[in-house]
């Protein structure tokens, strides 16, 4: 492999936490290495609607910032794709770096991307809330979108200039319609592949669906997203960069591809 796991028994800095769960057979994020996926011809596609009124607020929770929508309806669902049920869109973020050289979770060939979104959403038929779904194998799926840097993103314009509002821990700022489509490349290939949450609390409830094609941003929107901070107003600033975990050892695990 690419990477080595020397780190995967350290504390996390950013989480104060033990990065490895006990046991875990399926963690995020992994490496993804192309010639070793399997392509599986029963995979479907991947089927959106979002609807862009469920938009709620944009958030800082100390780790990223969120958009987050609102999942009381089957109003922004995902279905199809490898997953057996429909899911209900609950809110996205990002992962960065500190420089463009890495920032995202996954990697392609041992390749980073500067940034990666994820679109976070919830099995709503089988179960009541996004906080049981958490706790299930089957309970969430996550749509990761790697970023690259090169054009200027129109639609990613309307997020990067509400963040100055958010720039510390645990300030939001109402957001009322945003359609997060647009931030979804046009090819539909995608990787999947059974994981987790790729922060506390870990859980190992993630049906992970990786977009072949990265979207493109320019520097200064990728900039501003540095400019968010891990604290929250008063403390000592941190910048909010790298908020990225570690790679994860495959395990018994099998990466398929919607494609050839
Ligand atoms: C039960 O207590 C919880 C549950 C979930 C929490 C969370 C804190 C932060 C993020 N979450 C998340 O929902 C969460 C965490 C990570 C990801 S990720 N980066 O897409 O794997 C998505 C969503 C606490
Ligand atoms: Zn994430």
């Not at 509400?162 to 931030?183: G, M, N, Q, Y």
């Not at 995608?190 to 094609?213: C, D, M």
Request: with cysteine; net charge negative.
């Amino acid at each position: 492999a690419c990477c080595s796991y020397r780190l995967r028994d350290a504390l996390h800095p950013l989480w104060q936490s033990p990065l490895t769960i006990p046991g875990g057979t399926r963690q995020s994020p992994i490496n993804i290495q192309w010639r070793d996926s399997v392509y599986d011809p029963f995979l479907k596609p991947l089927k959106i609607s979002y609807d862009p009124t469920t938009c709620l607020h944009i958030w800082n929770n100390g780790y990223s910032f969120l958009v987050e929508f609102d999942d009381s309806a089957d109003r922004s669902i995902i279905i199809g794709g490898p997953l057996e049920n429909q899911y209900r869109l609950k809110q996205f973020h990002f992962h960065w770096g500190a420089v463009n050289d890495w920032g995202s979770e996954h990697t392609v060939d041992c390749k980073f991307y500067p940034a990666e979104l994820h679109l976070v959403h919830w099995n709503a038929v089988e179960y009541l809330s996004f906080e049981e779904a958490v706790m299930e194998g089957n309970g969430l799926a996550v749509i990761g979108v790697f970023l690259k840097l090169g054009a200027r993103h129109e639609g990613l314009q309307t997020l990067v200039d509400a963040l100055p509002a958010v720039r510390h821990k645990d300030t939001v700022i109402e957001f009322d319609v945003f359609d997060p489509s647009c931030l979804l490349p046009s090819c539909p290939d995608y990787w999947t592949y059974a994981g987790s949450l790729t922060t506390p609390p870990l859980t190992e409830s993630v049906t992970w669906i990786i977009k072949k094609k990265p979207i493109e941003v320019d520097e200064d929107q990728l900039e501003a997203f540095r400019t968010l901070l891990f604290t929250s107003h008063g403390e000592e600033e941190r910048r909010m960069v790298d908020n990225f975990r570690p790679l994860q050892p495959l395990m018994d695990r099998t990466v398929r591809s919607s494609f050839r």
